[in-house]
């Protein structure tokens, strides 16, 4: 344990702290912020319950929610262990786009209990942004509080990964000289985040796409299939049954989302020239970029800081948010994913093997992508 990461948290008691956005100095202050001056908001927002959005904290404010059961490297540590992720993600909405956010931690119950839960306070909130629940709950959990809630849903693990993995690879396609659409891809790793990437390639227009879990190529007869990997079968071309070590050759690309060294440079050499590895797990990606450049790749990603070309889902949620909260959108669909991908891809304009991907601290990431969102509601 890193004890000057225990004893800066433990310092703050946590990362974040509230502000006042009004002073109270005095009586006429209190009067104004406090009461008697908010009877008359209440009075007005009970007529026109749409105008809290316009007049409190619940036109600005996100709720940063996870049940823990699916943290990053970690997997199932509870929802008060998950707190510190979403209290992290909530300092990222601050940092880099001055939006307001707070972590919320849920207790693991049955679905629709998790799903009402939220629904009971989303007064509160202009968007709900979920976190690291256990894919094929956090499907249906998405599904059921899109139809029921007037206010943005987004699930990070999905939305954010697939819309930085699809904006890398057109980049990377650019830079192999080949076409987006007609990319061979293995996609290794069929959860939350695997689930959603294949649906965006799939609405970007691949289709030659093989997905792969642990138990090796995905098919209409394997043990555990659930109804949304089963739908993404019918989008694809159909493979036979095998495992990775089979499912890899001939391929153009691989985008793993899985858990780490499970690719190796033999496997790699087995793939088309000039292959494209997005080795994404993390603390330990599936490849070592090293061993991914001994096996003939050129073109390679991964989920650290410590290489070029970071998938790092900060590229799109600060400043997916900040639009949809500028724009005073309700939604957050594919056809947005698609066109906040193109955005970030665009931000590189003349990509490169070690340069395909912007970095995170790039200052015109969050504006560019938050101008897209609000250009694409108007």
């Known amino acids: ?26 009586g006429i202050d209190l009067a104004k912020a406090y009461t008697p001056g908010v009877a008359e908001l209440s009075k007005l927002i009970e007529k026109h319950n749409e105008l809290a959005r316009e007049y409190t904290i619940s036109g600005k404010l996100v709720a940063v ?21 979403v209290e992290g993600k ?68 999905q939305e954010g990964t697939a819309i930085v993995v699809l904006a890398g690879l057109i980049n990377a396609a ?22 959603a990437t294949a649906k965006l390639l799939a609405a970007a227009g691949v289709t030659h796409v093989t997905l792969v879990d642990k138990e090796g190529i995905l098919t209409k007869s394997s043990a555990q299939l659930n ?42 050499r087995t793939m088309n020239d000039n292959p494209i590895i997005f080795a994404l797990a993390n603390p330990v990606p599936e490849v070592t970029p090293e061993e991914a450049k001994e096996g003939g790749a050129k073109l390679i990603a991964t989920g650290s800081s410590d290489y070029p070309n970071q998938v790092n889902n900060v590229l799109a949620f600060p400043g997916l948010f900040a639009g949809l909260l500028e724009a005073k959108a309700k939604f957050v669909d594919e056809k947005l994913q698609l066109h ?27 504006p560019a992508v938050k101008q897209s969102v609000v250009n694409f509601f108007n």
């Open 1 to 26: 344990m890193n004890n000057e990461i225990l004893e800066l948290h433990h310092e703050h008691i946590g990362v974040l702290s509230i502000q006042s956005e009004l002073p109270v100095k005095n």
């Open 174 to 195: 650019k830079v192999s000289h080949r076409k987006l659409s007609d990319l061979k891809i293995v996609l290794n790793g069929v959860g939350a985040s695997g689930v």
């Open 227 to 268: 109804p949304y990997q089963e739908h993404l079968l019918s989008l694809f071309n159909k493979r036979e049954s095998g495992d990775l070590s089979e499912a890899i050759v001939d391929q153009d690309v691989f985008i793993g989302l899985s858990t780490g060294n499970l690719l190796t440079k033999e496997m790699i």
């Open 90 to 157: 909530s300092l990222l909405y601050k940092t880099f786009a001055n939006v307001d956010a707070i972590p919320m931690a849920i207790d693991q119950v049955e679905i629709d209990a998790f799903v009402e839960t939220i629904k009971n306070m989303s007064h509160s909130f202009a968007g709900i942004h979920l976190e690291d629940i256990q894919a094929p709950r956090c499907f249906e959990i998405e599904d059921k509080l899109k139809e029921l809630l007037d206010i943005p849903v987004y699930h990070d693990d």
């Open 65 to 85: 929610i996870s049940d823990g059961s699916a943290v990053l490297g970690l997997g199932n540590v509870g929802p008060q262990a998950g707190l510190p992720i």
């Open 340 to 366: 906040v991908a193109k955005t970030l891809a665009d931000l590189v304009e003349n990509p490169t093997e070690d340069y395909f991907i912007p970095n995170v601290f790039e200052t015109r990431v969050v």
